[in-house]
């Protein structure tokens, strides 16, 4: 299975709502990531964890909130969103980086994201 | 530091046509250099990769070689098709950047039949 997953596939909030994204691999790999992506730009990374434990956070606002309850699972818990945080949030996973490469990651479809 | 140059599109091919997209990078040491596609409503694919210099990486009739003594990693196509329409984006990945993705623009590229 070479596949990432992640639901829901489109997702419409109020700026008040709390809600959670989900993405999910078995390809076994340790390293999960959340990126955001706005229309025809590359994605921008909000957050990796390795092995279960959060390595990178690129200074996300704290109403973003990634959690990672096993190796395979990964969710992003949204509280008071803004309008300009509508996007496509895109799951990827990796080996766990080392220092002979070849981490190349894979992505889910991506959840779009509107904020109203 | 590392960074990523692509050439910018929208780049408009007619069915059949070669597909060169050029990608530069700066970097200290030895970077994996990667090429990803999104077509239209979906999510970043992997479509090609190189991990040290003088390796070609090739999918799906693409192809792209990872050349040190020019620090580029274009990618090319024979003769490209309508189902090719989608954004090209060059990445490279670094020891000494913690290994996290660092893209380019991003191309379009649209096939007309």
């Known amino acids: 299975d070479t596949e990432v997953t992640q639901t829901p596939k489109h997702l419409v909030m109020g700026m008040t709502n709390k809600k959670s994204l989900k993405c999910e691999q078995h390809?076994?790999?340790?390293?999960m990531y959340w990126y955001k992506q706005k229309a025809k730009k590359p994605p921008e990374l909000m957050f990796v964890y390795s092995y279960e434990k959060l390595s990178i956070n690129e200074s996300v606002p704290s109403r973003f909130s990634p959690e990672c309850p096993n190796s395979s699972l990964l969710n992003l818990h949204l509280h008071a969103l803004q309008p300009e945080d509508s996007a496509l949030y895109l799951c990827?996973?990796?080996?766990?980086?080392?220092?002979?490469?070849?981490?190349?990651?894979?992505f889910g479809p991506g959840t779009r994201l509107t904020v109203l | 530091g590392n960074s990523v140059t692509q050439m910018e599109g929208p780049v408009t091919l007619s069915e059949e046509a070669f597909l060169t997209i050029n990608c530069t990078y700066t970097a200290t040491g030895y970077p994996s250099l990667f090429w990803y596609v999104q077509y239209p409503g979906e999510g970043l694919q992997l479509l090609l990769k190189?991990?040290?210099a003088d390796d070609k990486g090739s999918n799906k009739g693409f192809e792209a070689t990872y050349r040190k003594e020019t620090t580029s990693f274009h990618l090319e196509k024979g003769s490209v098709q309508v189902s090719d329409s989608a954004v090209y984006f060059c990445a490279l990945s670094n020891a000494g950047n913690n290994r996290k993705l660092i893209w380019g623009l991003g191309t379009s590229l649209a096939v007309n039949p």
């Open positions: 190189a991990t040290k």
């Open positions: 390809m076994g790999h340790r390293a």
């Open positions: 990827a996973s990796s080996q766990v980086p080392r220092a002979g490469g070849g981490d190349e990651q894979f």
